[in-house]
């Protein structure tokens, strides 16, 4: 039988690993084009986090307008960024705490709870978004929250899903080291 507790070296990288898969997202939602999108042809309206572009259905040129100038464009790039340069701390910090033989489980415990700072600042940014956007931005046609603002969410649920991880992670600190006595039951006939 194969046993492959957190101890075990293989394992013990799977929550790093996470956090860096949460990184990946979360670069494709800062840089990507897709946070909202025409729906069908003509694709007339294209955003990101930092711009707004708009285009006529004969004109083949984008016209771009920075969401930068609101007051709402700011909050919602400046939380969600602020997210992510903690989760990077995060990583580098879960890098460090891994790579000691003997893992701090109090070190591990903080930084649940700095990904759940994570987590709020993402949601903040997240929720700005979108209901700002749709509230002063004139949409045209039909529009969808599209990939890189699905990319945002799925970098913030894995940063939530970590966040328990690390914070129970300390409750089985002696099943993890191995420091626990295996218990044997045995029945007589």
Request: glycine share 8%; net charge negative; with cysteine.
């Amino acid at each position: 039988m194969v046993v492959c507790g957190l101890a075990c070296w293989r394992c013990r990288w799977l929550l790093p690993l996470l956090l860096g898969l949460a990184i990946i997202m979360g670069i494709i939602a800062l840089a990507g084009r897709g946070w909202l999108e025409s729906e069908s042809e003509p694709y007339v309206h294209q955003a990101s986090l930092w711009d707004s572009c708009t285009r006529s259905k004969q004109d083949l040129n984008w016209s771009c307008q920075s969401l930068m100038e609101y007051g709402w464009g700011r909050a919602a790039a400046a939380t969600y960024l602020v997210g992510f340069v903690i989760l990077v701390i995060c990583f580098a910090l879960a890098v460090i705490a891994f790579s000691i033989e003997i893992l701090r489980f109090n070190f591990v415990r903080g930084i649940g709870g700095l990904l759940f700072v994570v987590a709020a600042f993402q949601i903040i940014g997240l929720v700005i978004y979108p209901v700002k956007f749709t509230e002063e931005i004139p949409l045209m046609g039909d529009n969808m929250f599209s990939w890189a603002y699905g990319f945002g969410w799925a970098s913030t649920v894995v940063v939530i899903g970590c966040a328990f991880f690390f914070c129970c992670l300390p409750n089985w600190e002696d099943e993890v080291l191995g420091n626990i006595k295996p218990t044997y039951y045995y029945s007589s006939p």
